[in-house]
């Protein structure tokens, strides 16, 4: 896991950036499970979120891994054998948004600073605090946009940054977990 | 989850409501599970739980009731594999205890055998008590990430309320759609802790419950039943490939009526072997890398395959682009949604139990009048023209003349008693017995298919004279893999166990030897094994072998198998066999069936089959 490594232009069309989502129990060991599930096939994954959902018993993970799509639908195939896991999908190309916030404080001495707003105002990119010597813009938008910003403000020399990995929704319901199967009364292991 | 199967849909808990430590739940759904023998090894974190073994077990004797066998091995590698015998050979789920660290680690093996055959087994690890996890404490091992990347599932319970529905959902895990082994990893301290016995519930996992409904009513529809039926009747020349699925699925019978009904032969994996009687007129025997010279032309020869409970694995279909070159329809049947399109890409696919769609098939033959049998002429013509064969002129004794003989002495001897169970190792001595022995019913053949460990016979054989005391065990072993369980033979004559031993010994890891000679100029580099002084006999009688023989001359074979075979209790017969014997068909690592090369004894199709002789690759 590396969500410091720069985006990659994709070069092998068969070799491509998937958005994998998958909706797992709330419950430790799942993540492991599964990112062991790509380390065992020696894939790296480039970028990873886990969170809560709605249903707190239930959690999210984006990820976003550098792979062939038939791998990608086997490995999530794989995943969807999980008792924990309870629905898998590649929402690379489908009908979704996709964001990534990064924090990344820019080197903002006096005489640069007035341009520098300038431009991350193009991006919309929001200081969240500034010193004499720095500011620290917050940044959200696909990933393209991010790298987009990154760019501009790299020659302004960047002190340290933090990506979130991209995270991505559907924009219709598209589920296969159907509903009605959720438990009223919370799974054993929800309240932790 | 809800199955029908389970205490949670019958009567209320006798025992509900009743206060008892950790280790008494454990036993106490153990025993709702029909668990009669459990396999295990004792140790500090793993103590209350044997304790509460041993009181279940002295109450019962007061009343005079079933007790919980408990059979000790001599290292948890041994319990689990006894575990995994007593599993494939009753189709219940195995059980078996070992306490942490070491105990856990020497259970990985195992486990992943048990994933790698899909084989339900529930294993039962103490931990270290909660508060002392991640200190490196005495006797840990982070078994939790350990077994995640071989078991099924793993439970680590850290919440003692929860232990109970824990130990429930393990066996339901294990057993439902495609099944495998769960771990449970119980601290120490949840053993010891107490509270109330709920007599009931599990733990909810809803994407898996979710899926185990949609496979429990994926039946084949008319439409999908039409499409097949429709490719069937455009072939002429249709072949089945049935898996270890089809056994594990109990869809055997469903298989033998769909074969019988449209006049279909069939192919096993290594796996399937018995899913059909491999005597009868249908059955083709073992394909793949050391399958039937006739199973694998059939294959060549067919124009419509389909693939049932079954994988794909490399030694089934060796270069995967020229498998069934001629098919033009692959269909294939899993229970598993991930295996399909995994290996192969086939013209029609259904996800769910293989029996129920054979019998749906089977339903729909009315109106189907193609007829095959210029098919099975052609098939019968490949058996006897490529029939199996090996150096019947030679002076040293034959491991394939061992096993024929075997064949028959068992067939006198087992008639009445079921049919004879039979364990293997991993090697030579496998593939001679999957070649050479018949199997007339599924759940005969005991063997450590797509993990081969070596080591896996003697336990599985074992577990399986556990759960049918009456009946015929025998263990086919190498000298190389007796030697990795050998602590074993006295667990046999510990619990009085009549397990037949038969060692083929050819002083070396042949299997390994016979790809050095292939493909390495002779060199036996670490596979000989002429320099050792292990004397089995002695070894076997130290033990308490009643029999220990060494049979050197081949003019006794029959006489003693016959005498080894009638033996009352454990026995054991070494027999010392040619260690140039060779394992034929092979089909060469990476390469099609094409190429398969048949040996000396056994007739090819043609020079060309193996003009170009086995290539050295990377494929293993």
């Known amino acids: 896991m590396a969500s410091a490594i720069p985006f990659v232009e994709k070069t092998d069309p068969l070799e491509s950036t998937r958005t994998l989502s998958i909706l797992v129990e709330n419950r430790f060991g799942v993540l492991s499970r599964i990112a062991g599930l790509f380390s065992a096939r020696g894939y790296n994954i480039e970028s990873l979120t886990v969170a809560r959902t709605a249903d707190s018993t239930l959690s999210r993970i984006t990820m976003v891994v550098r792979c062939e799509p038939l791998l990608a639908q086997q490995i999530l195939r794989q995943v969807e054998k999980l008792p924990n896991a309870v629905e898998a999908a590649d929402l690379t190309d489908t009908n979704c948004v996709e964001r990534e916030l990064v924090l990344v404080r820019v080197h903002a001495k006096e005489g640069r600073r007035t341009s520098l707003l300038t431009e991350a105002e193009i991006f919309r990119a929001r200081v969240v605090t500034a010193t004499p010597e720095n500011y620290v813009f917050e940044v959200t938008g696909d990933s393209g946009k991010i790298e987009a910003f990154l760019d501009v403000v790299r020659p302004y020399g960047i002190d340290e940054m933090v990506r979130t990995g991209q995270v991505a929704l559907r924009r219709n319901l598209h589920s296969r977990f159907a509903p009605e199967t959720v438990v009223e009364e919370d799974p054993v292991e929800a309240s932790r | ?620």
Request: hydrophobic share 40%; aromatic share 8%; proline share 4%.
């Open chain 2, 1 to 620: 989850m809800a199955d029908a199967n389970t205490q949670t849909d019958r009567q209320p808990h006798p025992l509900a409501g009743r206060r008892m430590t950790g280790a008494e739940m454990i036993v106490q759904v153990l025993a709702e599970e029909g668990t009669d023998t459990v396999f295990g090894y004792t140790g500090g974190a793993i103590l209350p739980v044997f304790d509460a073994i041993f009181r279940y077990n002295a109450e019962r004797e007061a009343r005079r009731d079933k007790q919980m066998q408990l059979i000790i091995p001599a290292n948890e590698q041994g319990a689990g594999f006894m575990a995994a015998g007593y599993a494939r050979s009753s189709g219940k789920v195995g059980v078996f205890v070992v306490t942490s660290g070491p105990a856990a680690t020497n259970s990985v093996t195992p486990i992943r055998d048990c994933m790698a055959d899909s084989i339900p087994v529930v294993l039962i690890c103490g931990q270290v008590a909660r508060a002392a996890i991640g200190t490196d404490a005495f006797q840990e091992a982070p078994v939790f990430n350990l077994m995640s990347a071989c078991a099924k599932h793993v439970f680590l319970v850290e919440r003692p309320e929860e232990l109970e529905s824990v130990v429930r959902t393990a066996f339901e895990i294990a057993r439902s759609g495609r099944p495998g082994p769960v771990v449970i990893d119980v601290p120490k301290d949840v053993q010891n802790w107490e509270g109330v016995f709920k007599g009931g519930g599990t733990v909810r996992f809803r994407g898996y419950e979710t899926r185990m409904k949609r496979l429990a009513s994926a039946k084949l529809s008319d439409a999908e039943c039409a499409e097949l039926l429709g490719m069937l009747r455009k072939s002429e020349r249709p072949l089945v490939c049935a898996g270890g699925g089809v056994i594990l699925g109990g869809g055997a019978p469903q298989l033998r009526r769909f074969a019988e009904a449209f006049g279909i032969p069939v192919v096993t994996t290594l796996m399937g072997i018995g899913a059909v009687d491999t005597t009868s007129d249908l059955s083709l025997q073992m394909l793949g890398m050391h399958g039937m010279a006739y199973a694998n032309y059939a294959v060549t020869d067919c124009d419509f395959l389909l693939v049932a409970g079954a994988r794909f694995d490399d030694r089934v279909a060796g270069k995967v682009q020229e498998f069934a070159p001629n098919a033009r329809y692959i269909a294939h049947i899993d229970i598993d949604a991930a295996e399909i399109g995994k290996v192969k890409q086939v013209s029609w696919a259904h996800v769910g139990d293989a029996g129920d769609a054979f019998a749906e098939l089977a339903a729909r033959k009315e109106g189907f009048d193609k007829d095959f049998s210029p098919w099975l002429e052609h098939v019968r013509k490949l058996r006897e023209k490529h029939a199996r064969g090996y150096d019947r002129s030679s002076r040293a004794i034959q491991p394939q003349q061992v096993l024929e003989c075997l064949n028959e002495v068992v067939k006198g001897a087992a008639a009445g008693k079921g049919d004879a169970i039979v364990a293997t190792g991993v090697g030579q001595h496998q593939m001679w017995a999957a070649q050479y022995l018949d199997f007339k019913a599924p759940r005969l053949f005991l063997t450590s298919g797509s993990m081969g460990t070596m080591g896996f016979g003697l336990p599985a054989a074992i577990g399986a004279q556990a759960a049918f005391p009456d009946r015929l065990v025998i263990d086919v072993d190498g000298d190389g893999s007796m030697r990795m369980n050998i602590g074993e033979l006295e667990t046999a004559t510990t619990y009085g166990l009549p397990v037949k031993v038969l060692l083929l010994n050819n002083h070396a890891d042949g299997m390994v030897r016979q790809w050095q000679k292939l493909f390495f100029d002779n060199r036996f580099s670490g596979s000989d094994k002429t320099l050792r002084r292990k004397d089995f006999v002695k070894a076997a009688q130290a033990d308490g072998f009643g029999f220990a023989e060494r049979l050197e001359d081949q003019g006794r074979l029959r006489e003693a198998l016959e005498r080894f075979i009638a033996f009352e209790g454990a026995a054991f017969l070494e027999v010392v066999i040619d260690p140039d014997a060779e394992v034929y068909p092979m089909v060469f690592p990476g390469a099609s069936y094409k190429e398969m090369s048949t040996g000396d004894f056994i007739k090819g199709r043609s020079a060309e089959d193996y003009a170009q002789g086995p290539r050295r690759t990377d494929a293993f």
